[in-house]
């Protein structure tokens, strides 16, 4: 049932038929297996039937027959083959190590295409049926279909959920009940009772779904799985409705999965964690991709001694020892989500602590409203969203400007994070409390990940992973990026978009209010000095933009690519995003900076404080909530023709913006005008003088250089990451240059995006005593130095490419798949 994808497209399938059923809760049981890279348990569905088949339940079995339609026009999954009995996951021989915690259970059963089934032995099908074959398989059974790939699947099974000791409450009703009904309609009510509970019984909620999740099977599902899916049914079941809500899944990761990633940290210690894959966590779980698939979940996750876990979860889970060598870790979440944001890492993290500076953090706005009281009043409004325990209707919460927060990392780094991260935290969650008002989650883990990691951040819920590049070099880079995570709380995790393909919606703003929160969280600089900043970065994003733009395939620039068709999905939820597993497409920068752009130049039209504004009001009515590009910009739009007429029309807007590549129209002229700024003519300034400086060198002597000296002045970070992109166009400069360069600013120590630049000019001018410098960011800076290959490898020359083959092979066992499968083109 594999939708037929072009390969020269790229794009990911979202195979799940959300359309006919929904996951409501996911509860997660785990064991964690360093030695065999394995991740081993089972996973419980809580399910209802989707918004399509209750539409459609007055007309009989439209609803699912046209899953059954669909999917066989798109094609056919793996043939149903090998059969699995008797799956047990946990033996009772299980064996540990200092870095494992090994759950001997069923055998793998995949074949070598990882394909699974048990549907040959439970129906008698031959192998060489496919599952579109309805004839053989008993008059069209409902087919529930889950995203998945990279898994061990080992048997399937509904829940007994009525067997559940004091579950009868579930099953009582005003309304008479049918005592004759059969047991599968008794469960199926107990769990529809269950994932239907008011919002202030969610204690109660989440201790009877653990409860229905440890009840005994009541009989095994047919299941296959193909390259993208695993579809479960039931033999003689043909509507959602009589399907069972309730299905436990045994199941393992494999080594080489892509959700995860095992590896070692810079302690040289063994971890393994998500790491924004392009196919999101169906390696990790089966699941539900699409974004309108919003679940609660919650997860036991056991480790050996001396490793910790950390998960999005509301709770700081405190490990509890449940026999001798293994503790269990357990984490909820209560506000649904979209199973693509569930973050897991596992590792031997410590915990950074300072023992007399959280104590002594105020900000300057710590006890004043950080909006109007008009403001406040709306907060308290009833919410657009599914009910759930909201933190804007709590008035605890929405005084809470610092949320509680704890940052892990390798031994090795703590000295560094205490020293840099730990005083950036609540000055960044303060200045975003004072920008957007109530934090949309209850807490904060920040760790920092191991070097393979392909991004600078990555933001979840109540967790964030920072990259190691962002800690040497001074508190800038690490506080912009932290503001840049933080911002998702609001927009990619309580606003999330509805079609991913509009990831604007969420790299767009956080890019934008970035600069929004550093500049608040900077308290000893005047507005001026905020605005200056804010131009300065104005032009090195225009720069960054110009160049993707001129080395990027068009289709890849344009920021709703399905256009009018945004949002829409098959007739079962069936839909794609375009260019998904693109690798370059990691790498691009043209969705944060052509947003962020579009956001910039909103604020220009409404001004900062009315727009700001309209920034919360969009918050308070969408959080929680999915949208797409209109749904924010019609309500902006709006706010600006009552306050002046700016002939602006969301028509317009996507236009010039949001549906065509290339730099947007009203852009072109604009960064011309950033060039004024006084930051950037003091770096015009030094530019000069190094230009002059450097012809001299070439021309005269070294006694005559001694009576020249000249003075050069002190730069901001993004100052110098200017000045070195200023002076990467001029066509040579002399190794006396470089060296005096990179001795005026000590280039070696500053953050990565100035050793970035230098890395390029030691690359352009051949300057070989700056190499080692290069080696280091190979090795160090990984989610950075992809691109620094393909420098190497473009001169042609000997001694670039050897370093290029060098570092590759070095890195390329532990480095990020999409990173070593770019970096490889570049160099084979």
């Given at each position: 049932m594999e939708m037929q994808l072009d390969p020269m497209k790229d794009d990911l399938p979202l195979m799940a038929n959300t359309s006919h059923m929904l996951v409501k809760h996911y509860v997660l049981d785990l064991d964690v297996d360093f030695k065999s890279q394995v991740i081993e348990g089972t996973i419980v569905l809580f399910l209802e039937t989707g918004s399509r088949h209750r539409k459609a339940s007055s007309t009989g079995k439209e609803g699912c027959q046209s899953h059954l339609n669909e999917t066989c026009n798109i094609g056919a999954s793996e043939p149903y083959r090998i059969p699995v009995s008797n799956a047990s996951v946990f033996s009772s021989e299980v064996e540990y190590n200092d870095f494992a915690v090994c759950g001997k259970g069923e055998k793998d059963t995949s074949d070598k295409n990882g394909s699974h089934s048990n549907e040959e032995?439970?129906?008698?099908?031959?192998?060489?049926?496919?599952?579109?074959?309805?004839?053989?398989?008993?008059?069209?059974?409902?087919?529930?279909?889950?995203?998945?790939?990279?898994?061990?699947?080992?048997?399937?099974?509904?829940?007994?959920?009525?067997?559940?000791?004091?579950?009868?409450?579930?099953?009582?009703?005003?309304?008479?009940?049918?005592?004759?009904?059969?047991?599968?309609?008794?469960?199926?009510?107990?769990?529809?009772?269950?994932?239907?509970?008011?919002?202030?019984?969610?204690?109660?909620?989440?201790?009877?779904y653990t409860r229905c999740s440890q009840a005994p099977g009541s009989g095994q599902l047919l299941f296959t799985t193909g390259s993208w899916s695993l579809e479960i049914r039931k033999q003689g079941v043909q509507t959602p409705t009589g399907f069972p809500h309730a299905i436990r899944i045994w199941y393992k990761t494999k080594p080489e999965g892509r959700s995860v990633t095992w590896t070692t940290d810079q302690s040289g210690r063994p971890c393994v964690y998500t790491m924004g894959s392009p196919i999101n966590n169906r390696a990790l779980f089966p699941c539900q991709e699409p974004p309108i698939a919003l679940s609660t979940w919650q997860a036991s996750v056991r480790?050996?001694?001396?490793?910790?876990?950390?998960?999005?979860?509301?709770?700081?889970?405190?490990?509890?020892?449940?026999?001798?060598?293994?503790?269990?870790?357990?984490?909820?979440?209560?506000?649904?989500?979209?199973?693509?944001?569930?973050?897991?890492?596992v590792g031997c993290w410590q915990e950074v602590k300072q023992q007399c500076f959280t104590a002594a953090i105020q900000t300057e706005n710590e006890f004043c409203m950080p909006f109007s009281r008009a403001d406040f009043r709306r907060q308290k409004e009833s919410c657009g969203h599914v009910e759930y325990p909201c933190r804007f209707q709590n008035p605890a919460a929405m005084l809470q400007s610092v949320i509680p927060y704890r940052v892990f990392a390798p031994l090795c780094l703590m000295e560094c994070c205490e020293e840099r991260l730990l005083q950036l935290i609540p000055q960044c969650l303060s200045a975003a409390y004072f920008t957007l008002g109530t934090h949309p989650f209850s807490r904060l883990d920040v760790l920092i990940v191991p070097s393979n990691f392909s991004s600078l951040g990555m933001a979840s819920p109540h967790i964030i992973f920072l990259s190691q590049s962002v800690l040497p070099g001074g508190s800038h880079l690490c506080g912009t990026r932290l503001c840049h995570e933080i911002a998702h709380a609001w927009f990619g995790l309580a606003i999330g978009a509805r079609d991913w393909t509009e990831e604007w919606i969420s790299e767009g703003f956080a890019t934008f209010l970035e600069d929004v929160f550093w500049a608040r969280a900077q308290q000893q600089l005047s507005h001026?000095?905020?605005?200056?900043?804010?131009?300065?970065?104005?032009?090195?994003?225009?720069?960054?933009?110009?160049?993707?733009?001129?080395?990027?395939?068009?289709?890849?620039?344009?920021?709703?690519?399905?256009?009018?068709?945004?949002?829409?999905?098959?007739?079962?939820?069936?839909?794609?995003?375009?260019?998904?597993?693109?690798?370059?497409?990691?790498?691009?920068?043209?969705?944060?900076?052509?947003?962020?752009?579009?956001?910039?130049?909103?604020?220009?039209?409404?001004?900062?404080?009315?727009?700001?504004?309209s920034l919360r009001k969009f918050v308070r009515k969408f959080h929680g909530q999915l949208v797409l590009s209109q749904d924010f910009l019609s309500m902006l739009v709006e706010d600006i023709t009552e306050q002046k007429e700016s002939g602006l029309t969301v028509e317009s807007i996507f236009q010039n913006w949001l549906d065509t590549s290339g730099i947007p129209k009203p852009l072109l002229e604009e960064g011309e005008t950033w060039k004024e700024c006084r930051l950037v003519q003091q770096v015009s300034t030094e530019v000069t003088k190094w230009i002059q400086a450097n012809q001299r060198s070439r021309k005269s002597s070294k006694k005559k250089r001694k009576q020249d000296e000249v003075i050069f002045q002190k730069l901001l970070p993004d100052q110098l990451v200017l000045l070195l992109e200023y002076l990467l166009e001029e066509k040579t400069l002399c190794p006396r240059t470089l060296q005096r360069l990179e001795k005026t600013y000590q280039l070696h120590d500053q953050d990565a995006e100035v050793r970035h630049r230098w890395c390029e000019l030691v690359v352009k001018h051949k300057y070989v005593p700056g190499y080692r410098d290069v080696e280091k960011f190979l090795r160090e800076d990984q989610a950075m130095g992809v691109y620094l290959y393909g420098e190497l490898m473009v001169n042609e020359d000997a001694k670039q490419q050897e370093l290029a083959y060098k570092c590759f092979a070095a890195a390329q066992e532990q480095m990020d798949m999409s990173s070593a499968k770019v970096v490889a083109e570049m160099l084979f």
């Open positions: 032995q439970a129906s008698g099908i031959s192998s060489s049926k496919n599952c579109c074959d309805t004839k053989s398989h008993g008059n069209k059974d409902f087919l529930l279909v889950l995203d998945c790939c990279d898994l061990s699947v080992l048997k399937v099974e509904e829940v007994d959920v009525a067997a559940v000791s004091g579950i009868e409450k579930f099953t009582m009703s005003a309304e008479p009940i049918d005592v004759s009904k059969e047991l599968e309609n008794l469960r199926n009510q107990i769990v529809h009772k269950l994932v239907t509970l008011p919002s202030d019984r969610w204690q109660e909620q989440l201790y009877h480790t050996s001694p001396g490793f910790v876990v950390l998960m999005s979860g509301e709770n700081s889970a405190e490990p509890i020892q449940i026999q001798e060598g293994i503790m269990s870790w357990y984490y909820y979440v209560t506000m649904p989500m979209p199973a693509s944001t569930f973050t897991i890492a001026d000095e905020r605005k200056e900043q804010q131009k300065l970065k104005a032009l090195l994003r225009w720069r960054r933009l110009r160049d993707e733009v001129q080395n990027s395939e068009e289709e890849l620039q344009v920021l709703r690519p399905h256009k009018e068709s945004t949002g829409e999905v098959g007739e079962s939820g069936v839909s794609i995003v375009k260019h998904g597993l693109k690798a370059e497409k990691i790498f691009m920068q043209v969705h944060y900076l052509k947003g962020y752009f579009l956001l910039r130049s909103l604020e220009n039209t409404l001004g900062e404080a009315s727009y700001l504004a």
